[in-house]
């Protein structure tokens, strides 16, 4: 699964972000064991399924070939939200029918037999019904103006909802799905199309798909409709973008990437596609970014259906590593399946880590290893605060596991395993991943089995490494003093962002400290013993070469002056990164100030990397919202940014032809950061100018330019071009510019305005995967901050309405963008009076964030306040 990234913004930088690229999912479960019995197990499932699109029900008949351990009268499987009709069981050449019970606090249902059910091969025939719901999971229904779809998201335990099954990853079965459809409709399964015949009844077609191999049930996927497919073909295999008829032209991007990655991934892990054919399909209502079901990959639209004439660099290059994520999937996870949902950080971690490595060979120009740098150092923020978790921990109820998929599961897992790739080699690794995949084809494994197959190809501590980063929650902190002899005293302790809390002293890790050379690095391993460690003789000390080590550096003051003077013509992009990360963790943690680190930033004022410039200015927004608490001081630093960033917007110019991704980045951000510091007029005319020329013709301007622009003319923008926007989301076919323009619709500081962006927010003309994004995005912004909150408490009724989804937890996770102890309390409070599902989590990081901006404003803005008025005085 990919959990929905287009709303991030470079701007904001405190730890809230990164939870909406990054849905932290979480639910006030009862906590009880839910696991199937393991004396069963299913071998094969013949599906057929008759949906009706306009009574939205369904009815199923299925038959489950099992084995049977044990004689027994009583077979437990899952099964909510299915009527069963009759259920019977055939074994030993006699049939007898069972009665139904059902456990809904268990998902289950325990059919009842009156005689033994005899140990050995056995054949359970089930006629049922369910319904095709609106919660965007299960069989579920998807709408747009002209008709339904029945489409299907089963992980993690949502395929109980179509048919009843052994829910669980580890009971792999092959599958017969045979769907009957509306004559005119066609359908998409995990295999292609085997039969096609006309009937039951003169305006219906039964469509019959080829045998699937060993699968686990949440892979499993249908989707019926009018969708129409481009298609292509590579390594033979059939692979097609479809979508909406509406949207069939915006399917050739998705296409080029999917041939690059298939052929890549065939050579990279050394094990051809295990399928006939790929589909790739964008559905127009999605909860997630997009789901990896075998053969059969699912995608919310904007991530999936770009046009790069009039998309972004970020939308293209988002979506371009979602279709990537989900195809690493298809060997990693589809074909070798973690045991259990404790391991999905395995799945997850490695999809987010592998995703990147087709598109930077596709697309060099587009900065992917940057781009994963910044991300690292959000999820090191992230994973600074004390609530976080261990990579793995104890999953068993529903709610338990969509736990499971947060910043940790992705993010760090992903970082982890960059780590233990840069240490042993791209190569070295890539041997380990082959050895593992192919010793577990059509099965399950653990993390050990990973780890194990590492170890054994590279003939190094890869186990303990990789223990010692999964199974304890948080980073550490690797403090240098002054080098002498060759060598560099350190200590390590856990890090946190919050200054008051002590770690505690028994917690270390074992890891790879890589320091820079001439030539890349050289890497040591840090044990929890270790006092000191050699260096390469001569140059900059600099501990985290390459800026893949998943933990925080901090110097001697002598060695950080160094840094900073030679940074930029020494340090690579991705350590420049690395070095902003750790500098302003420093500052949170109170170690530095943050004029420290806006002295950094001005160091690197000249970055030709629009990564390292996005990483170092995006900080400058926290500093103006979170640090400063008046209006002098945003002033101030208003003008200091205007100074020291203005010359090269202007030095840039306007976008010419040959400009590159980076150059294009670069002129978005200035133009963005000028906008959002400082009272520039013609900066703000010319703003309006570039985006109603998009919005006039949005192949005639530069799209990533435009972005900017369309943002800064939100702000200040008037009911017309309110009016203009909403008519873009409301008539467009481009998925992409739809949402662009949503967004912008909660994004104008004109009160009116903003009101009647909130209140389109949750009517009936947006879609319900979208309104929990756009209070959130009202709630990041200090200017909209205040007025959206209001909305939402004011409008509950109509809010709570919408949040059908477990996207309601980003709304509580946004809450936490607020800076005053009264904010925190009117937070707790409103959601201890008004909970909202699936959110307890999101609630508890609210709250922390609140309270680590209370106490960040509270050390830092007198050092903010001193540091101004030296800069206003030289
Ligand atoms: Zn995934």
Redesign the pocket.
């Known amino acids: 699964?990919?959990i929905h990234s287009s709303t991030t913004s470079p701007r904001a930088n405190f730890g809230v972000v990164t939870a909406l690229a990054v849905l932290i999912l979480s639910f006030p479960g009862a906590i009880f064991a839910q696991r199937l019995p393991t004396t069963i197990t299913p071998t094969h499932y013949t599906l057929k399924l008759a949906p009706d699109l306009k009574t939205a029900i369904f009815s199923g008949e299925e038959s489950i070939d099992v084995n049977i351990g044990e004689p027994t009268r009583l077979i437990t499987l899952n099964a909510i939200e299915i009527a069963f009709q009759s259920v019977t069981v055939d074994s030993n050449g006699s049939q007898q029918s069972g009665t139904v019970s059902l456990d809904a606090a268990k998902q289950q249902a325990i059919f009842t037999f009156p005689d033994i059910v005899p140990a050995g091969n056995a054949t359970i025939k089930i006629h049922y019904t369910g319904i095709l719901n609106n919660e965007l999971r299960g069989f579920y229904l998807s709408k747009t103006a002209r008709r339904n779809y029945a489409v299907t998201q089963f992980e993690a335990t949502d395929a109980r909802r179509a048919f009843p099954c052994f829910d669980e990853p580890a009971f792999k079965a092959s599958y017969d799905i045979s769907l009957v459809i509306d004559a005119a409709d066609t359908a998409i399964s995990n295999t292609p199309i085997a039969a096609d015949t006309p009937g039951p009844g003169a305006d219906k077609h039964t469509l019959v798909f080829g045998t699937t191999p060993k699968m686990s049930t949440y892979l499993v996927a249908f989707l019926v409709g009018d969708f129409q497919c481009i298609s292509g073909r590579e390594d033979d295999v059939d692979i097609r973008v479809c979508a909406t008829p509406d949207k069939v032209n915006e399917t050739a991007f998705a296409l080029d990437i999917a041939k690059f990655a298939l052929h890549y991934y065939d050579d990279y892990f050394g094990i051809h596609f295990p399928l006939k054919k790929l589909d790739l399909i964008g559905i127009p209502d999605f909860e997630a970014g997009?789901m990896?079901n075998f053969g059969a990959i699912t995608f919310r639209e904007t991530d999936l259906l770009v046009d790069p004439r009039t998309a972004s660099i970020a939308v293209q290059r988002n979506a371009a590593l979602a279709i990537t994520?989900?195809m690493a999937?298809q060997w990693f996870?589809d074909l070798v399946t973690m045991q259990w949902w404790d391991n999905i950080w395995l799945?997850?971690g490695f999809?987010?880590w592998m995703e990147n490595k087709p598109v930077a060979a596709m697309h060099p120009e587009w900065n992917i290893p940057e781009v994963v740098a910044g991300d690292e150092q959000n999820t090191l923020d992230i994973d600074a605060r004390p609530t976080t978790r261990a990579i793995r921990a104890n999953a068993d109820t529903p709610e338990e596991i969509d736990q499971m998929f947060d910043g940790i599961a992705?993010g760090k897992a992903s970082d982890v395993l960059l780590m233990v790739e840069n240490y042993l080699g791209q190569e070295t690794f890539r041997k380990g991943v082959h050895a593992y995949l192919a010793a577990h084809e059509y099965g399950n494994a653990t993390a050990e089995d990973f780890w194990n197959a590492q170890r054994a190809t590279s003939h190094k501590p890869v186990d303990k490494i990789m223990e010692s980063l999964i199974v304890q929650p948080g980073e550490p902190v690797f403090n240098f003093g002054k080098p002498a002899d060759g060598s560099v005293p350190v200590a390590q302790e856990r890090f946190f962002l919050s200054p008051g809390i002590a770690p505690d002293p028994a917690q270390k890790w074992t890891l790879p400290v890589c320091f820079k050379t001439t030539d890349i690095q050289d890497c040591k391993i840090a044990t929890p013993e270790t006092s000191s460690l050699k260096i390469p003789a001569a140059g900059l000390l600099f501990a985290n070469a390459t800026g893949k080590g998943y933990y925080r550096s901090a110097y001697a003051p002598a060695q950080y002056a160094d840094l900073v003077t030679h940074a930029e013509s020494t340090l690579t992009p991705s350590e420049r990164i690395s070095l902003l990360g750790d500098e302003w963790a420093q500052v949170r943690s109170n170690k530095a100030t943050v004029g420290d680190y806006l002295n950094l930033v001005a160091a690197l004022k000249s970055d030709p990397s629009a990564e390292v410039f996005s990483n170092a200015v995006g900080r400058i927004g926290t500093i103006a919202d979170k640090v400063a608490a008046t209006k002098q001081e945003r002033d101030e630093l208003a003008a200091w940014v205007q100074r020291n960033f203005a010359p090269a917007y202007y030095r840039l110019g306007p976008p010419a032809p040959g400009d590159s991704p980076n150059t294009l980045e670069l002129r978005a951000q200035l133009l963005e950061l000028l906008v959002d510091h400082g009272n520039k007029t013609d900066l703000s005319v010319q703003a309006r100018q570039i985006a109603n020329r998009y919005l006039d013709d949005p192949s005639a301007v530069d799209p990533t330019l435009a972005r900017a622009a369309l943002e800064a003319a939100a702000e200040n923008g008037d009911a017309a071009l309110f009016d203009r926007l909403q008519k873009v989301y409301e008539t467009s076919a481009n998925p992409d510019l739809q949402e662009t323009a949503l967004r912008l619709l909660v994004q104008f500081d004109n009160p009116a305005l903003l009101e009647r962006g909130l209140e389109y927010s949750v009517s009936n003309k947006v879609r319900n995967q979208d309104a929990a994004i756009q209070l959130a995005i009202g709630l990041e912004d200090p200017d909209t901050r205040d007025a959206t909150w209001n909305f939402v408490k004011t409008h509950w009724g109509q809010v709570r309405a919408d949040l059908t989804t477990d996207l309601g937890s980003l709304l509580v996770t946004y809450t936490g963008s607020f800076c005053t102890g009264k904010a925190r309390d009117d937070v707790k409070n409103f959601f201890a009076a008004h909970p909202v599902t699936a959110s307890d989590v999101a609630l508890k990081h609210a709250l922390e964030n609140i309270d680590g901006c209370v106490e960040l404003r509270h050390l830092q803005e007198p050092n903010l306040k001193k540091w101004l008025a030296v800069q206003g005085a030289s």
Do not use: I, L, P, V
Request: hydrophobic share 25%.
């Open positions: 699964m990919k997009a990896e994520h989900e999937h996870g799945n997850e999809a987010t992705y």
